[in-house]
Structures are given as C-alpha cells and as structure tokens.
T-cell receptor, first 116, second 115 residues
Framework: DTGVSQDPRHKITKRGQNVTFRCDPI?????LYWYRQTLGQGPEFLTY????????KSRLLSDRFSAERPKGSFSTLEIQRTEQGDSAMYLC??????????????FGPGTRLTVL | KQEVTQIPAALSVPEGENLVLNCSFT??????LQWFRQDPGKGLTSLLL?????REQTSGRLNASLDKSSGRSTLYIAASQPGDSATYLC??????????????FGKGTKLSVKP
C-alpha cells in the first residue's frame, strides 16, 4: 500500500496520560500535515512540516502537543497530560510541494483518540 | 480570516438523481480548492483539486467548478448511486501571509442516496 498510513487506528486512554501517534506519508512527499477533527466538524489544521522542518503551527496546538519529523519521513504527534477535550480524530496528510506542482493533499485513515 | 461554508448540511436523494453540492469561501485569495469524500469513521479521500487559475475539473461522474471572484465552488454528481452516500468536504488553500499549505475546511454536506 503506497498511501498515507497512521498508527494506531484507535487509542483509548485515561485523562492525564501521554499518547503518541505515528504517521507515514507517501514516500516521495516532502510535506506532511496534522489535522484534528471532532464530530460534525471539518478537519482543523494543527501543524505542517516541509522535510524535517516544522514550518507552521496553529494556535490550536497548545504546549501539551508536540510534533516531530526527525528524518523528513515519518512523523509523530505527542499529546501530554491528555484532557477529555482532546478526544477527536487525528488526521495526517502528505503532499508533494514546490513550484509548478498541485500540492494535492492525501489523507491517512486517522487515529481516533478517546480520553476517559 | 478565511471561512468556508457548505450548504446544505445534509441532503437525501433517490438513486439516479443528479445533484449539486455548494461551497462558499470568504477570501478569494486561494491557491486551490479540493473536494473530499469521507465515509463514517474513516479518513478523507481526495476527489478533485481545482487550481485558482482553473474553472472546472472532471473525474468520472464528478464535476467541480470554481468561481474564485465570487468565492464559490460546486460539486456536481451525475446519476447518483447508493455508494455515493458519504460526507463531502470542501477545503481551500489560502494564498496569504505565512501560510504554506494548510487547508481550511467547511463542515461538510452529508449525502444519502436512497436505492
């Protein structure tokens, strides 16, 4: 499968615990994005990487959230001291960015987080 | 601030009907617009991408149009089928400030096609 993959697909945790999600983008894509989606809403942008550099962060990304893309390939999103309000679907997307390209974003299946 | 609105929020049609989903955005400064499909509990599937310089894109039974100056896009689905039942999301990529490519989404239109 050459699409975007995410792991785990589902995560249930207790309030106050730390969780980490992984995203593997399409192999030749240099851009990687994280979004969060709650029920009945469209996805909201969290952060964006070009290669290994984190170039943009949303105000939604509080100091409990951290994302990395150490080698410009896979990315991790960590949430520390989880709260019930963090319960959502976390979506990863990747694209081939640069001049004269469409920069079409392709999404993974998402990680569903439930905080009890 | 860019805002994306999709109307209607939900739509139910009989199989075989042609239908139009609407998307509007408040700031015409965009690089492109993407339409996605989302099945319940799943990720997003990209359907069509229209560059800001284009007027429309077609893929099979789907046709998307873009009128950037008026801040509108439509997704036309011909001869709808029960398998088309899903939520359809519209998203724009802003062309301003330091934004490097994040998409701004509408809340979606939930489509149900009855056999």
């Amino acid at each position: 499968d050459t699409g975007v993959s995410q792991d785990p697909r589902h995560k249930i945790t207790k309030r106050g615990q730390n969780v980490t999600f992984r995203c593997d983008p399409i192999s030749e894509h240099n851009r990687l994005y994280w979004y969060r989606q709650t029920l009945g809403q469209g996805p909201e942008f969290l952060t964006y990487f070009q290669n290994e550099a984190q170039l943009e962060k949303s105000r939604l990304l509080s100091d409990r959230f951290s994302a990395e893309r150490p080698k410009g390939s896979f990315s991790t999103l960590e949430i520390q001291r989880t709260e019930q309000g963090d319960s959502a679907m976390y979506l990863c997307a990747s694209s081939l960015g640069g001049l004269a390209v469409k920069n079409e974003q392709f999404f993974g299946p998402g990680t569903r987080l439930t905080v009890l | 601030k860019q805002e994306v609105t999709q109307i209607p929020a939900a739509l139910s049609v009989p199989e075989g009907e042609n239908l139009v989903l609407n998307c509007s955005f408040t700031d015409s400064a965009i690089y492109n617009l993407q339409w996605f499909r989302q099945d319940p509990g799943k990720g997003l599937t990209s359907l069509l991408l229209i560059q800001s310089s284009q007027r429309e894109q077609t893929s099979g039974r789907l046709n998307a149009s873009l009128d950037k100056s008026s801040g509108r896009s439509t997704l036309y689905i011909a001869a709808s089928q029960p398998g088309d039942s899903a939520t359809y999301l519209c998203a724009v990529r802003p062309a301003y400030g330091g934004s490097q490519g994040n998409l701004i989404f509408g809340k979606g239109t939930k489509l149900s096609v009855k056999p």
